[in-house]
C-alpha cells in the first residue's frame, strides 16, 4: 500500500516487528561473537550492526501509518506455524529422522498441501518457519508442550512482521530464533516460579 507521493505505508506493526527482529539479530551475532570471536571482531560487528539498525531510525520519520491489521484475519498463519514446529520436531526426535529430514518432510508437505488450495498461498512459508522452531534441540525444548508454544510465539511474530526484511534472507530463522529465545525464557520463569 503506498500514498499519493509514492511512500510507501507503513503500519505500526511493521515498525514494532523491525526494530524487534533488529533487537534479536543482534542478540544472536553478540552470541556467536562472543562464542567464536576475539574482541575487535565483537566492537566491529556491533558498530556495522549499529549503523544498520541506525538506517531505520533516520528513517522513521517518513512512515505515514495506518490502522492495525485486524488479528483474526490472519490466524491460519499463526496455527500453520505451530503446526510446522510440532511436525518438525516429531519427526526429528520423536520418530529420529533428525531435524534436518523433518523440516524438508514437513516444508514440502506444507506446500503441497496448500498447492491445491489457492487462498492458502501463505501458509507454506508459516509452516516452514514452524520447521525452523521445530528444529531445536530437545536439550532446549525438551517436549511437544514448549515447541507448540515456540511455534505459536513464531506464528505471532511471523503474522506482525508479515511487511519487514521483505526480500531479506534469514527472517524465518530469525523469528524462529527469537520464539525459542522467548520460550526458553518462560521456561527459566515457570522453573523459578515452581
Known amino acids: ?19 524487534v527482529l533488529s533487537a534479536f539479530a543482534v542478540i544472536y551475532a553478540g552470541m556467536i ?6 574482541l575487535a571482531i565483537m566492537i566491529v560487528a556491533a558498530v556495522l550492526t549499529g ?8 528513517n522513521i520519520h517518513k512512515i505515514k501509518v495506518h490502522r492495525l491489521y485486524g488479528f483474526l484475519e490472519h490466524y491460519t498463519a499463526i496455527i500453520a506455524c505451530a503446526l510446522g ?3 518438525t520436531y516429531f519427526i526429528s526426535v ?4 533428525g531435524p534436518v529430514i523433518g523440516a524438508g518432510l514437513t516444508g514440502m508437505a506444507a506446500y503441497y498441501l496448500c498447492h491445491f488450495h489457492k487462498t492458502a498461498l501463505d501458509l507454506p512459508p508459516a509452516a516452514y518457519c514452524g520447521a525452523f522452531v521445530g528444529m531445536a534441540s530437545p536439550f532446549v525444548l525438551p517436549n511437544l508442550i514448549f515447541v507448540s508454544v515456540s511455534g505459536l510465539i513464531a506464528g505471532v511474530l511471523y503474522y506482525l512482521s508479515h511487511d519487514a526484511y521483505s526480500g531479506v534472507g534469514g527472517k524465518l530463522g530469525t523469528i524462529a530464533f527469537s520464539s525459542v529465545v522467548v520460550t526458553v525464557l518462560i521456561k527459566i520463569g515457570l522453573g523459578m516460579i515452581l
Open 1 to 19: 500500500m503506498s500514498n499519493e507521493k509514492g511512500r510507501k505505508i507503513i503500519s505500526p506493526n511493521d515498525v514494532l516487528s523491525y526494530y
Open 33 to 38: 561473537f562472543y562464542e567464536k570471536a576475539h
Open 51 to 58: 549503523i544498520v539498525i541506525s538506517i531505520g531510525f533516520v
Open 85 to 87: 514446529a510440532v511436525a
Open 94 to 97: 520423536n520418530l529420529e529422522f
